[in-house]
C-alpha cells in the first residue's frame, strides 16, 4: 500500500475551500449527530388502580439493545430517578401500596433487576428567596439574608395529566405551598416542566442546550409568586445520590461561541462517576423574561457539591422506593441573578433550564456561522494568494522597449 506523505501543520497543500469547510464542519459536529443510537420514546403517567391519581411520570427511550428510563415524580418533594439497562424489554414495575406507605423501599423496581447497569436520582428540596443585600457574594455565598426556604416536600402538586402533551413529550408539575400564610403564592405557582425527545436538536427557547434521544430537559420557572423584599433573589436547592462515598463531579466547560445562549460561553456539567454514566447540563444563566434573551438574562451561580446526611433532607418517596434508605446524599445550590441588572422584580418571572441523561453527553460544537466565519478567514489568504499566481502567470505579457547594447 502506498501512503502520501503529507505536511505536518496546516490543512494539507490540496485542501480546496469547500473541502476545508466540509473537514471543519465534521471535525466540529457533535459525536451524537455522527452516529446516534435510535430510540422509540415514549411518556406516560403512571395510573394508580388502586386510589386516586398520583403524579408519577415515566419517560422510556427504548434502543436497540438498551432502555433509559426516567421517573419524575413529586411525592413529596419532586425527585427524578435516572435507570439505564442493556436491554430493550427492560420495564417499570410499581406497587402503589407500597410506595404510598410509611415504609416505600420495594415500591418502584425495574425489571429484570439484572439488567440495570446504571441508576441514580435528582431531588429538589427547597425553593430559597434573599434579600439581595451580600454585593459581593461568591457562588459559596448566600447573594444575601435568607428569608425562610419554602420546602418542595410541603407544596400541593396540581393533577400532571392535565398538562401531559404526548405531541411535544413533555408534562408539567405545577405548584404552590400548601400553608401560605402570607399568599405569596396566592396569584403565583412554581414549575417542572419536563421534556423527552426522539431525535437531536435544540430547543427553540434560549439558552437552546443540544439534546439527543438519550437526554431529557428539565425548565424549572417561578412565576407570579409575590417576593417578600423589592430585590429579592431566589435559589434552588438540588441534591442527588452519589456512587459510592463520594460526590459526582462537577466541570465546567469553555467555548468561544455564544450564538445559541448569547453573551454565555461556559457549560457546567454534573457526572457521576466516569462515563459513559449519568450526567446533567446547564447553561449558568436564568431568565427573568418568557422570552429569554440578552436582555433578560441572570447569571446562575452553583455552589460545590457537599455531602450531606439524607435525614437533613426531606425524603422523596420515589427515591426511597427504589434504593432504600441511604444516606450518601451529596447536595448544591443554585442562585439566580444579582442585586444589579435584570431582576426577577421586573415581571416576577425567573425561568431556568437543565439537561438530565445517560450515556455520553452531548457536546456543543461550533455553530455555522462560526464555522463559515473561520472558514473565510482561513481560506481568503490562501485564495488571494492563487489569484495572484494565476494572474502573474497568465495575465498579459508586457515587453520592454529597451534594447540591449551587444
Given at each position: 500500500?502506498?501512503?502520501?506523505?503529507?505536511?505536518?501543520?496546516?490543512?494539507?497543500?490540496?485542501?480546496?475551500?469547500?473541502?476545508?469547510?466540509?473537514?471543519?464542519?465534521?471535525?466540529?459536529?457533535?459525536g451524537?449527530?455522527?452516529?446516534?443510537?435510535?430510540?422509540?420514546?415514549?411518556?406516560?403517567?403512571?395510573?394508580?388502580?388502586?386510589?386516586?391519581?398520583?403524579?408519577?411520570?415515566?419517560?422510556?427511550?427504548?434502543?436497540?439493545?438498551?432502555?433509559?428510563?426516567?421517573?419524575?415524580?413529586?411525592?413529596?418533594?419532586?425527585?427524578?430517578?435516572?435507570?439505564?439497562?442493556?436491554?430493550?424489554?427492560?420495564?417499570?414495575?410499581?406497587?402503589?401500596?407500597?410506595?404510598?406507605?410509611?415504609?416505600?423501599?420495594?415500591?418502584?423496581?425495574?425489571?429484570?433487576?439484572?439488567?440495570?447497569?446504571?441508576?441514580?436520582?435528582?431531588?429538589?428540596?427547597?425553593?430559597?428567596?434573599?434579600?439581595?443585600?451580600?454585593?459581593s457574594?461568591?457562588?459559596?455565598?448566600?447573594?444575601?439574608?435568607?428569608?425562610?426556604?419554602?420546602p418542595?416536600?410541603?407544596?400541593?402538586?396540581?393533577?400532571?395529566?392535565?398538562?401531559?402533551?404526548?405531541?411535544?413529550?413533555?408534562?408539567?408539575?405545577?405548584?404552590?405551598?400548601?400553608?401560605?400564610?402570607?399568599?405569596?403564592?396566592?396569584?403565583?405557582?412554581?414549575?417542572?416542566?419536563?421534556?423527552?425527545?426522539?431525535?437531536?436538536?435544540?430547543?427553540?427557547?434560549?439558552?437552546?442546550?443540544?439534546?439527543?434521544?438519550?437526554?431529557?430537559?428539565?425548565?424549572?420557572?417561578?412565576?407570579?409568586?409575590?417576593?417578600?423584599?423589592?430585590?429579592?433573589?431566589?435559589?434552588?436547592?438540588?441534591?442527588?445520590?452519589?456512587?459510592?462515598?463520594?460526590?459526582?463531579?462537577?466541570?465546567?466547560?469553555?467555548?468561544?461561541?455564544?450564538?445559541?445562549?448569547?453573551?454565555v460561553?461556559?457549560?457546567?456539567q454534573?457526572?457521576?462517576?466516569?462515563?459513559?454514566?449519568?450526567?446533567?447540563?446547564?447553561?449558568?444563566?436564568?431568565?427573568?423574561?418568557?422570552?429569554?434573551?440578552?436582555?433578560?438574562?441572570?447569571?446562575?451561580?452553583?455552589?460545590?457539591?457537599?455531602?450531606?446526611?439524607?435525614?437533613?433532607?426531606?425524603?422523596?418517596?420515589?427515591?426511597?422506593?427504589?434504593?432504600?434508605?441511604?444516606?450518601?446524599?451529596?447536595?448544591?445550590?443554585?442562585?439566580?441573578?444579582?442585586?444589579?441588572?435584570?431582576?426577577?422584580?421586573?415581571?416576577?418571572?425567573?425561568s431556568?433550564?437543565?439537561?438530565?441523561?445517560?450515556?455520553?453527553?452531548?457536546?456543543?460544537?461550533?455553530?455555522?456561522?462560526v464555522?463559515?466565519i473561520?472558514?473565510v478567514?482561513?481560506?481568503?489568504?490562501?485564495?488571494?494568494?492563487?489569484?495572484?499566481?494565476?494572474?502573474?502567470?497568465?495575465?498579459?505579457?508586457?515587453?520592454?522597449?529597451?534594447?540591449?547594447?551587444?
Amino acid at each position: 500500500m502506498c501512503h502520501r506523505k503529507e505536511p505536518p501543520w496546516g490543512w494539507g497543500h490540496r485542501a480546496s475551500g469547500p473541502t476545508l469547510l466540509l473537514s471543519l464542519l465534521l471535525a466540529a459536529a457533535p459525536g451524537g449527530l455522527l452516529a446516534e443510537e435510535a430510540r422509540q420514546v415514549s411518556l406516560e403517567v403512571v395510573p394508580n388502580l388502586e386510589g386516586p391519581p398520583q403524579n408519577l411520570l415515566h419517560i422510556r427511550a427504548v434502543g436497540p439493545n438498551s432502555t433509559l428510563h426516567y421517573v419524575w415524580g413529586s411525592l413529596g418533594p419532586p425527585a427524578v430517578l435516572l435507570v439505564a439497562t442493556n436491554t430493550p424489554h427492560s420495564a417499570l414495575s410499581v406497587n402503589w401500596s407500597r410506595l404510598l406507605s410509611d415504609e416505600p423501599e420495594g415500591g418502584l423496581v425495574v425489571l429484570p433487576k439484572d439488567s440495570v447497569q446504571f441508576s441514580s436520582a435528582l431531588v429538589f428540596t427547597r425553593l430559597f428567596e434573599f434579600d439581595g443585600t451580600n454585593t459581593s457574594a461568591t457562588a459559596a455565598e448566600p447573594p444575601g439574608n435568607p428569608y425562610p426556604p419554602y420546602p418542595l416536600a410541603k407544596f400541593s402538586w396540581d393533577n400532571i395529566t392535565d398538562s401531559l402533551d404526548p405531541a411535544t413529550l413533555s408534562a408539567t408539575f405545577r405548584g404552590r405551598p400548601k400553608d401560605d400564610p402570607t399568599g405569596a403564592f396566592a396569584h403565583g405557582s412554581l414549575a417542572f416542566r419536563v421534556q423527552a425527545f426522539s431525535r437531536s436538536g435544540r430547543p427553540a427557547q434560549a439558552p437552546r442546550l443540544l439534546h439527543t434521544a438519550d437526554t431529557c430537559q428539565l425548565e424549572v420557572a417561578l412565576v407570579g409568586a409575590a417576593p417578600r423584599g423589592n430585590r429579592s433573589l431566589f435559589g434552588l436547592e438540588v441534591a442527588t445520590l452519589g456512587q459510592g462515598p463520594n460526590c459526582p463531579s462537577m466541570q465546567e466547560q469553555r467555548s468561544i461561541d455564544d450564538e445559541y445562549a448569547p453573551a454565555v460561553f461556559q457549560l457546567d456539567q454534573l457526572l457521576w462517576g466516569s462515563l459513559p454514566s449519568g450526567f446533567t447540563q446547564w447553561r449558568p444563566v436564568a431568565f427573568s423574561q418568557e422570552q429569554g434573551g440578552r436582555e433578560s438574562a441572570l447569571p446562575c451561580h452553583a455552589s460545590p457539591l457537599h455531602p450531606t446526611l439524607a435525614y437533613l433532607l426531606p425524603q422523596s418517596p420515589i427515591v426511597r422506593a427504589f434504593f432504600g434508605s441511604q444516606n450518601n446524599f451529596c447536595a448544591f445550590n443554585l442562585t439566580f441573578g444579582t442585586c444589579a441588572g435584570p431582576g426577577y422584580w421586573d415581571r416576577h418571572y425567573l425561568s431556568w433550564s437543565m439537561l438530565l441523561g445517560m450515556g455520553i453527553p452531548p457536546e456543543d460544537a461550533l455553530s455555522p456561522l462560526v464555522l463559515g466565519i473561520m472558514a473565510v478567514a482561513l481560506g481568503a489568504p490562501g485564495l488571494m494568494l492563487l489569484a495572484g499566481g494565476l494572474f502573474v502567470l497568465l495575465g498579459p505579457k508586457r515587453y520592454s522597449e529597451y534594447q540591449p547594447i551587444n
